[in-house]
């Protein structure tokens, strides 16, 4: 998939910027380490807010969720649809852009390998960029990783 506005709508600096704040620094921190002032870190986070807002919310809209809750700060958004009557979540990393969760009951019936890996490598860069530790993270099943990492950004996905 090429990516577009859509599937990456932040600037490689906004990228830059939201990677860091979802790694816990400090706006003080991140001002110096790209040798830039606070003001500007600040004023490109509540872009990159505003810009996660508006695309979580279109491919929410798009494909027909109900939200549940949105969260800019960590590029995550829970969602509810109604015609498959199954939880979805949408996130936003900064090396694969935009990718829809459709929550399944029963992933183990998911045997495509290929799938499965690449669904594991976009969960640990999750992981990875919001700071979140997954143990034997090579041998979990990827239903179970994504199931410790969402309910670490989303405790209501249990709900």
Same mark, same amino acid.
């Given at each position: 998939?090429?990516?577009?506005?859509?599937?990456?709508?932040?600037?490689?600096?906004?990228?830059?910027?939201?990677?860091?704040?979802?790694?816990?620094?400090?706006?003080?921190?991140?001002? %110096?380490?790209?040798?830039?002032?606070?003001?500007?870190?600040?004023?490109?986070?509540?872009?990159?807010?505003?810009?996660?807002?508006?695309?979580?919310?279109?491919?929410?809209?798009? %494909?027909?969720?109900?939200?549940?809750?949105?969260?800019?700060?960590?590029?995550?958004?829970?969602?509810?649809?109604?015609?498959?009557?199954?939880?979805?979540?949408?996130?936003?990393?900064?090396?694969?852009?935009?990718?829809?969760?459709?929550?399944?009951?029963?992933?183990?019936?998911?045997?495509?390998?290929?799938?499965?890996?690449?669904?594991?490598?976009?969960?640990?860069?999750?992981?990875?960029?919001?700071?979140?530790?997954?143990?034997?993270?090579?041998?979990?099943?990827?239903?179970?990783?994504?199931?410790?990492?969402?309910?670490?950004?989303?405790?209501?996905?249990?709900?």
């Amino acid at each position: 998939m090429t990516p577009n506005a859509l599937t990456m709508p932040l600037t490689q600096q906004q990228n830059t910027i939201w990677k860091l704040l979802s790694q816990g620094l400090s706006v003080q921190t991140i001002a %110096n380490k790209l040798q830039t002032t606070r003001q500007y870190v600040n004023q490109t986070r509540l872009t990159t807010e505003a810009k996660l807002t508006s695309t979580l919310l279109g491919v929410a809209e798009t %494909n027909d969720l109900q939200v549940t809750k949105l969260d800019p700060r960590q590029g995550i958004l829970l969602g509810y649809h109604p015609a498959l009557n199954r939880k979805v979540i949408v996130t936003y990393s900064t090396n694969y852009g935009i990718k829809v969760w459709y929550w399944n009951d029963h992933p183990e019936e998911v045997k495509n390998k290929e799938f499965l890996k690449q669904t594991q490598r976009y969960l640990l860069d999750i992981a990875q960029e919001r700071g979140i530790e997954v143990g034997n993270s090579q041998t979990i099943h990827p239903a179970k990783l994504a199931d410790v990492i969402f309910s670490k950004l989303l405790p209501e996905i249990k709900k």
